[in-house]
């Protein structure tokens, strides 16, 4: 990558259910660690994933919440795709956000890139609810949570826990960047 795409060195994935993007971004950053669920990283296709991973000297994979809590780094960016919808708990998902603000960096630009559906609820969805969302997949050997928020239902959630929209790094319709603001008054 060259000096304007290259990503900042310190870039932590967030629950990679799906690691396709973890060699990218081990190839792009200095420092990219990934935090789990320690069952995820059974399903044959992030095991796949992870030993390619594992032959980058700076890739860690790290269980959550315990190593991720202990864990002592800090980041420029946070990944965290397709990852609070599947919290069936409203207290978990502030947990999860509440424990990266811990981990930006307060020297970086403290930036969550975020991303989440909106519109893919089916008739068989509305079947299946559970709290605030749907289970799905009931058929399948990984059933799912999910969940759905508009941009604005997303907009306001973020914002109460102190993350504000940068609207001029938005890149994409279902993808929007955070940037940390703690001293933000509520």
Not at 74 to 91: F, G, M, N, R, S
Not at 106 to 133: C, E, I, Q, T, V
Not at 134 to 152: A, H, P, V
Request: with cysteine; charged share 35%.
């Amino acid at each position: 990558m060259d000096e304007e795409t290259s990503l900042p060195d310190g870039v932590l994935r967030f629950r990679c259910r799906s690691p396709r993007h973890t060699i990218p971004l081990l190839q792009a950053a200095s420092k990219s660690p990934q935090f789990e669920y320690e069952n995820a990283f059974k399903r044959p296709v992030a095991g796949k994933k992870r030993t390619a991973a594992n032959r980058f000297g700076h890739f860690e994979d790290l269980v959550w919440p315990h190593d991720f809590i202990r864990s002592r780094e800090k980041y420029d960016v946070v990944i965290l795709a397709y990852v609070l919808q599947t919290v069936p708990e409203k207290k978990e998902r502030d947990i999860i956000l509440k424990e990266i603000a811990k981990k930006l960096d307060p020297n970086g630009p403290r930036r969550l890139y975020y991303a989440s559906r909106f519109g893919d609820r089916s008739d068989a969805d509305k079947l299946h609810l559970y709290k605030d969302g749907y289970i799905r997949k009931l058929d399948n050997q990984y059933q799912t949570f999910y969940t759905e928020w508009s941009l604005g239902e997303t907009e306001r959630f973020m914002k109460k826990r102190k993350f504000e929209p940068d609207w001029r790094l938005l890149c994409a319709t279902q993808a929007y960047i955070f940037e940390y603001q703690p001293r933000r008054m509520l």
